[in-house]
């Protein structure tokens, strides 16, 4: 699996996260599941990246942490998108479109 | 409303959760994890290895969460600076006048901390000083209810006390200093061997004195720093070069440290910081003075365990102990007059005359402090007022309230750490100015250093500003609901009861503590004025007076001294533009030596009792220079010398005292078991000590008549050194060079002293008082300052929320009157609330200054009546430009105003 792992883009974490959320409240572990997932197994997230970008979205108030039961019995945090959150995640995809038009422009023009 | 201060003290202490939560989290996830590898095949031990593995190691995942929270802190507190100090350069007024405020506020506060530390709250800078003691005899029948010992008496106290593990003895002697410079008078002391040894203090050159040479008197001195600065340049080779002391060569054998004062200042006896210590060294003359020359300041260090009250015990037997040992007729009068012996705490007896006057400026300053905090409360409601809708619209953007409170507390804390660092340092020249005229009586330790305690006075009382102003806005309930701010500033229109509520409430504490303030201030200035108008019993004005030592080695025989004062006399007296002059031992308001005179035959049979009296020895025309008033009989002559018959002359306390009722004249009395004197005389009374003290029974004889070996031995040591007193015609500071040049032509090797005009003899005495009321006075100045900028700043806030309310008023065809009511009326109300709350206090605490008041009532209705005057008239001249601006408003303008 390790040589799957790809260093993902300075500010693309946040984006992936707040992505990974959009659909329902997950628990750590449950992120980073489902951003492989979506990535189709392109970015494995290290959990020393993702816990601190979490308890970071927590303080700007982009997300809401809550202690559920899973869906196997087990007590873990989950984690919420908020208000402020989804409109983090719309701007944060407008500038990533904008990098991405930018880049693919500036790669192609040669 | 308190809940939200006990959130916000949650969330500061929820660190220790926050940690909880997330090792939980992490440990859930680590079971997540296994149970997913479980489920690929994985052996649970396995399967949990992996699971780690992927997560990455717990604690590393920890640190950089940990790493995240931090900085976020750090970020949002460099944040909220910058936010705040962004607001308050944005009111360059506001910021000034509330840093201003806090300035003086906390300044005044910590320069008068820095004294009261000094002198009330730091134990005396010597070794174990709180077991130290001072001892006291007293025979308060006879009129002496505190005095030092007698030589004979400490004797009998050393050898017999069990109480003390150690006792010192120490005695004022003023001397002449010659050899190796100009001859000067300087305070010396003379100390037993003990006393060094047991203050702990150690000499920074050479050495205190060996037991013997206190015994043997040997001619030894150490110096202390400055005047080893001023005569040897500081240089070591001081040591054991001789000095002159009285024009006897002594030996240097030590110098004390800078930081050392002895005996500390104090109006007591034996109360002037010493220039040279010499060794105690009682002369048999001395050692015979039985019931006389109790003038020996005793100090003892209490032996460990033992109490104060164990010590009354001890002394009450050795006190009957002494008086049987005393020679027949001195012992009866003694024990009539009831010989006692006490024991105060050194640290209480240094500070006792000083602590209330510390107290009350302390309280006084701390008032001040309280209202320049409200002051700056108003101002920061007002301004929060203003700011609701920028807070609203931050808390609608998602700001937490948390948040928004911290902000609040970061500017305000920004604001009183300003105040601080600036009071700070107006502290450091308000002290210097203070320590300049604090009065000679206040015991000041050789230096008052600003220490870590002021400092930390300073900060602390910043901080405490800081918070307590920040917390102001949280109760006023800024962000309770956002939509309904959002809504009320939209109309602009009323702000909220409770905020006026508020703001009248510290307006109306700052108009009652400036009220108590100038009710003090008031008290103090009364009994100052009370003290002036005191007719001090003579004619200070024109008067020059000098005092003119002679050294006893050069002086040896009465005749000698009087010889030499007997030609100055008669030279002084003839300088062109002297009315008059004369020469005495003492001078008016100079607290004096108290001695027993004991009239003729006294009627009640109870034998002869002894008064405690002041006794003035006085050659030429004394009276007339003085212009002391004769009542009754005559002045002194030229015929009254020794051989004639022995005469006195009285005050008129004396003559009521001795004989009420009867005519003084011609009436017999003594000094002690002396020969008797025949009164000639009686006298006005001449103010003793201050202008406060009552009118003193008094003798005064013939310098001439006084007994030589009385005159030789000396034993108050004043006799030798007598103070020439001239009448003049014009300016009496214009004759000193010529009454000096007299004085040398006699003997060029007298170093003539205390050269001052009787009216500045006086005004040295009022300087205590002097200084209370100024100080009091500038605390309460600042104090209606500050009220009246509060008051004003409350009406003119109100009268511009309010302007679209006078305007729809002045519309609907309100006179001007109506609206000149609405303002001066909020105004005035807010002011006698305050008034009548000051008043109040006022009957409470100002009963706490009557130790500091001369002839006024600490109720005194005047000055209550007064202090309502000037803060009705300052409060009315404050809401003056508010209530101009009320009735200008044009009714079009207002409605127009949104």
Wanted: glycine letters at 10%; charged letters at 20%.
């Amino acid at each position: 699996m390790a040589e799957k792992r790809t260093d993902l883009l300075r500010g693309t974490l946040d984006l992936l996260v707040l992505k990974a959320l959009c659909l329902e409240p997950l628990h750590g572990v449950g992120i980073s599941r489902r951003i492989t997932q979506i990535t189709q197994g392109a970015f494995q997230v290290s959990f020393g990246s993702l816990f601190p970008s979490l308890h970071r979205m927590e303080e700007k108030g982009w997300v809401e942490a809550e202690w559920r039961t899973s869906e196997n019995n087990r007590r873990a945090k989950y984690y919420r998108l908020t208000s402020a959150g989804r409109a983090q995640l719309k701007i944060e995809q407008r500038e990533w479109n904008q990098v991405v038009k930018i880049m693919t422009a500036a790669v192609e023009s040669a | 409303m308190p809940t939200r201060i006990v959130n916000f003290f949650r969330n500061l202490w929820r660190r220790n959760t926050v940690e909880q939560a997330l090792d939980d989290e992490l440990q859930s996830s680590v079971e997540l994890l296994t149970e997913g590898k479980m489920k690929e095949g994985f052996a649970h031990s396995e399967a949990r290895r992996q699971a780690l593995i992927e997560l990455g190691g717990v604690e590393q995942v920890k640190e950089e969460v940990r790493g995240i929270r931090a900085a976020r802190l750090v970020e949002d507190l460099a944040k909220d600076v910058r936010y705040g100090l962004r607001q308050l350069r944005r009111n360059p007024g506001f910021t000034t006048v509330v840093v201003l405020t806090l300035t003086l506020g906390i300044g005044a506060t910590t320069a008068i901390f820095s004294i009261v530390n000094a002198v009330l709250l730091r134990p005396l800078p010597f070794k174990d000083a709180a077991r130290l003691a001072v001892l006291h005899e007293a025979i308060p029948k006879l009129g002496y209810p505190k005095m030092g010992f007698s030589a004979p008496d400490l004797a009998i106290y050393e050898r017999e006390q069990k109480s003390f593990s150690d006792l010192g003895a120490y005695q004022d002697k003023h001397v002449e200093i010659s050899g190796h410079g100009e001859p000067e008078r300087m305070t010396a002391a003379r100390v037993s061997a003990s006393l060094f040894p047991m203050l702990g203090a150690q000499p920074m050159l050479g050495r205190t004195f060996a037991p013997d040479e206190d015994a043997t008197g040997h001619p030894v001195a150490i110096l202390s720093y400055r005047l080893w600065q001023k005569r040897y340049g500081g240089s070591r080779d001081a040591l054991s070069q001789t000095i002159e002391v009285d024009r006897q060569p002594y030996t240097v054998i030590g110098v004390m440290p800078r930081d050392f004062v002895f005996p500390l200042a104090s109006a007591d006896d034996n109360g002037s910081p010493a220039d040279l210590w010499i060794p105690m060294a009682f002369t048999p003359t001395e050692l015979q003075g039985w019931g006389g020359s109790y003038l020996t300041s005793v100090l003892g260090r209490l032996r460990a365990g033992v109490t104060l009250g164990q010590v009354r015990g001890e002394n009450e037997a050795l006190a009957r102990r002494i008086v049987a040992s005393y020679p027949g007729g001195i012992a009866d009068f003694v024990r009539r007059g009831q010989l006692a012996i006490a024991a105060t705490p050194f640290q209480e007896e240094v500070v006792a005359s000083e602590r209330t006057l510390l107290l009350v400026l302390m309280a006084a300053v701390g008032l001040v402090l309280l209202i320049a905090c409200a002051n700056v409360a108003t101002l920061l409601l007002s301004r929060a007022a203003a700011r609701e809708r920028e807070l609203s619209v931050r808390a609608a953007l998602g700001a937490s309230r948390l948040r928004l409170l911290r902000q609040m507390l970061t500017e305000s804390l920004l604001l009183a750490l300003g105040g601080g660092v600036l009071g700070f340092l107006f502290a450091v020249w308000g002290r210097n100015v203070l320590l300049a005229m604090v009065p000679l009586s206040v015991p000041l330790p050789g230096r008052v250093p600003l220490s870590g305690g002021v400092l930390g006075f300073a900060a602390g009382a910043s901080l405490l500003c800081g918070i307590a102003l920040g917390l102001v806005p949280a109760f006023r309930a800024p962000l309770a609901s956002v939509s309904g701010a959002l809504q009320e500033s939209g109309r602009g229109a009323t702000t909220s009861r409770a905020h006026h509520r508020l703001q009248g409430f510290f307006v109306t504490a700052e108009f009652a503590l400036a009220f108590v303030l100038l009710v003090g201030a008031g008290l103090l200035m009364r009994s100052f004025l009370k003290l002036l108008e005191t007719n001090p019993g003579f004619r200070p004005d024109h008067v020059l007076t000098m005092n003119v030592p002679l050294p006893a080695i050069a002086y040896v025989h009465a005749s000698e001294v009087e010889n030499f004062y007997m030609q100055l006399l008669d030279k002084a007296s003839s300088l062109p533009g002297v009315e008059s002059a004369a020469l005495s031992n003492d001078l008016p308001l100079r607290e004096i030596v108290g001695v027993s005179y004991i009239p003729e035959g006294q009627a009640n049979g109870a034998g002869e009792t002894p008064e405690a009296v002041g006794q003035t020895w006085v050659l030429g025309n004394y009276f007339q220079t003085m212009g002391v008033p004769l009542l009754q009989g005559r002045w002194f002559t030229p015929e009254d010398r020794p051989g004639s018959e022995r005469v006195a002359i009285v005050n008129l306390s004396a003559a009521r005292k001795f004989w009420p009722g009867r005519n003084a004249l011609d009436k017999r009395l003594r000094w002690g078991g002396g020969p008797w004197q025949v009164v000639v005389g009686v006298v006005g009374n001449v103010n003793e000590g201050g202008l406060d003290t009552a009118p003193a029974p008094h003798v005064y004889r013939p310098y001439l008549q006084a007994d030589n070996p009385f005159l030789e031995q000396d034993p108050f040591g004043d006799m030798r050194a007598l103070n020439l007193a001239l009448r003049t015609h014009e300016d009496p500071a214009s004759l000193i060079t010529a009454a000096v040049a007299q004085v040398h032509s006699l003997d060029p090797d007298v170093a003539v002293t205390r050269i001052r005009t009787m009216t500045q003899v006086l005004s040295s005495t009022v300087a205590g008082p002097e200084f209370n009321t100024w100080l009091l006075g500038t605390f309460a100045g600042v104090a209606l300052l500050l009220a009246a900028i509060g008051i004003y700043g409350v009406l003119a806030y109100s009268v511009a929320q309010q302007i679209h309310e006078i305007g729809i008023r002045m519309a609907l065809g309100a006179e001007k009157r109506d609206v000149l009511t609405l303002v001066v009326g909020r105004g005035f109300k807010l002011t006698l609330m305050g008034v009548a709350i000051g008043i109040a206090g006022s009957f409470a605490v100002t009963r706490f200054l009557s130790s500091l008041l001369y002839g006024v009532k600490p109720t005194d209705p005047f000055t209550f009546f007064a202090g309502t005057l000037v803060l009705a008239g300052v409060s009315l001249l404050a809401t003056y430009i508010p209530t101009r601006r009320a009735t200008k408003v044009d009714p079009m303008v207002a409605l127009r105003y949104e």
